[in-house]
């Protein structure tokens, strides 16, 4: 998969578009083949280190919460949802990928 991954704290050029590690699904999670996202203060805040000290990040990592796509896979213990299912959601974010 594609990502905007962050190594470090800083200003829009810290942002880099590139290959990331498929995440490993747990109880009770989805993946989500985006088709929607936003970019909300929160998420400009974090990534330029001013909210480190309450939320900090483990780089490197993925950022954002906001999302809105189909339902790729489906992990362990998931009901009511299903692979196609289109759907939007508040992911837990960030999430730290190790590509």
Known sequence: MKAAIIENYGAPEVLQWRDAVDPVLHGGELLI????????????????????????????AILGVDVAGTIARVGPGVSGFAAGDQVFAKARGPTRNSA
């Open 33 to 60: 083949q985006t088709s929607a996202t936003s970019v909300n203060p929160f998420d400009l805040k974090q990534r330029s280190g001013q909210y480190q000290d309450f939320a900090p990040v483990a780089f490197p």
